[in-house]
């Protein structure tokens, strides 16, 4: 029963088949673990240690009956942007404070319904709006590598505690690279999955056709085990797509001989921090070694994917944002003088200032005289982005390159500059912006913070992403590698 925490969740959900210990026994190691040391990464927005323990006692008594579900009695995080029944969902502002969602997400409940155990809502930038966690209205995630820097974002709750080795899995969403870059930053696994792969019905939304959920891990493999789970045909969200799932695990230990890789120049320039490219060639020579071949290919347009995003994905907030306005819902301000009052206040005290930032960027690329010259033109090169990777991908499996530019960065370091965060999205966008899966897997260490591969696939590639990730982490040791006070 030692070092449950340590364990993956196949080692945990093999441990729990042997009878070497139960989901209660799991659940309140875990549960512990959190209650000593989340005070030092704020990794929790709320923990729901009752309700986990009910549910790993309904999963152990599952087990006992023979009714096993695929992930019967493991522990899991949900970022706080998914709505879950009768627990708060704030999607890290104060907006939603105190919203009790009378509801659960699709997400929320399939895991639910595979017997999963959820420990509480992680901590995320505000509406998942930022690349460090540092816009959450409940205080910045600190990242167990070192406390002194960020954990990425939007979803660094989640990365942060799958790292401090909280929970083996935490859920995630992806809107210009919140799951991956986290990821890379904490030395765990993010996968986001293609577009309309995973339901957002109850995914409280940023820019729609933009966001994707996803999960986070340690090692390929129970990112295959929890996306099986997630994924799938949902009529409640309309662009989900209705395409068979495969199973993940089945084919995860399959070689990758023969595999193509293509090499996008443009992401091995200036802008990346030699030392982090140094890892990221490295981790593609292993992939080599397993049979692979590399090619260079070409994606002309993908250095207009940063500016592309940023008039996408805040026009979308603006208009998604727009049902915030205290009577609908959110945060509603104290007497107010009459309407206009109401909802101004509302707003201003429920937002924070990256949130509004995207709002009237949102508002006036939207707005008449505008939209032709910034929200028209940029859903045109949005189109010569994807028509760039479909080409890509007539010669190439994956694409492989950094997930982040650097290691995390210092909290507090690039706060002011809204520019240089979001130049920490400038690998990752790109996916977003053509509806293309990806996946982030550790791949080394620069100056003892960890740095990320990052490998992206044709659309509903996550097969092979997850494949390649797996047997790289089977050559690998660095996904094993824990911080050292969360060991
Ligand atoms: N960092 C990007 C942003 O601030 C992406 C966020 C995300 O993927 N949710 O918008």
Redesign the pocket.
Same mark, same amino acid.
């Given at each position: 029963m030692m070092d449950m925490h340590l364990q993956t969740m196949t080692e945990l959900a093999a441990g729990l088949e042997k009878g070497d210990f139960s989901s209660v026994e799991l659940t309140q190691t875990l549960l512990d673990r959190v209650a000593a040391l989340d005070d030092r990464l704020n990794a929790f927005v709320t923990v729901t240690a009752a309700e986990a323990l009910l549910a790993a006692a309904r999963a152990d008594a599952a087990r006992a009956a023979g009714n096993v579900g695929a992930l019967n009695g493991l522990p899991i995080i949900h970022k706080d942007i998914f709505c879950t029944r009768g627990v708060k969902t704030t999607c890290g502002s104060k907006m939603l404070n105190n919203f009790i969602s009378p509801y659960d997400a699709t997400v929320v409940e399939k895991l639910a319904a595979a017997g999963a155990v959820v420990l509480g809502k992680s901590n995320m @930038?505000e509406f998942?709006?930022?690349?460090s966690n540092e816009t959450s209205f409940f205080g910045p995630v600190r990242n167990p590598w070192d406390l002194e820097c960020s954990p990425g974002? %939007? %979803?660094g709750g989640s990365s942060a505690s799958v790292a401090a080795r909280f929970a083996p899995a935490a859920t995630g +969403?992806? +809107?210009?690279?919140?799951?991956r870059?986290p990821a890379a930053l904490t030395g765990t696994v993010g996968i986001k999955p293609t577009y309309g792969r995973v339901s957002r019905y109850g995914m409280i939304a940023?820019a729609s056709s933009? @966001?994707q959920a996803g999960v986070i891990t340690r090692s390929s493999e129970d990112a295959a085990r929890v996306l099986g789970v997630m994924a799938g045909f949902d009529e409640r969200d309309s662009t989900s797509i209705d395409h068979p799932v495969p199973d993940y695990l089945a084919t995860i230990g399959d070689s990758i001989k023969g595999l193509r890789v293509g090499i996008v120049r443009q992401h091995f320039d200036a802008g990346l921090d030699e030392q982090t490219g140094a890892r990221v060639k490295a981790a593609i020579a292993v992939i080599e070694s397993l049979g692979a071949t590399t090619v260079e290919v070409d994606l002309p347009n993908i250095d207009l994917s940063v500016p592309t995003?940023y008039v996408v994905?805040p026009a979308e907030c603006s208009s998604n944002l727009s049902r915030f306005d205290g009577v609908r819902f959110g945060h509603r301000a104290e007497n107010a003088e009459d309407l206009l009052d109401l909802y101004c206040r509302s707003r201003g005290e429920g937002f924070g200032d990256?949130v509004k930032r995207r709002i009237m960027t949102g508002a006036y690329v939207l707005s008449a005289g505008y939209y032709d010259a910034y929200y028209l033109k940029a859903q045109q090169v949005r189109q010569l982005i994807a028509d760039d990777f479909k080409k890509a991908f007539a010669d190439v499996d994956v694409i492989a390159g950094p997930t982040a530019p650097s290691p995390a960065f210092k909290l507090g370091d690039k706060v002011d500059d809204p520019i240089q965060?979001?130049l &920490? @999205?400038i690998y990752t966008?790109g996916a &977003?912006l053509a509806g293309l899966p990806a996946i982030s897997v550790p791949c080394g260490f620069v100056n003892d913070m960890p740095v990320g591969l990052h490998l992206v696939g044709p659309h509903f590639g996550e097969e092979v992403l997850l494949r390649c990730g797996h047997q790289y982490q089977q050559q690998t040791e660095w996904h094993k590698a824990c911080p050292e006070a969360f060991q």
């Open positions: @930038d998942a709006m930022g690349s974002g %939007s %979803s +969403t992806d +809107t210009g690279g919140s799951i870059q940023f933009l @966001d995003y994905a990256e965060m979001y &920490n @999205d966008i &977003n």
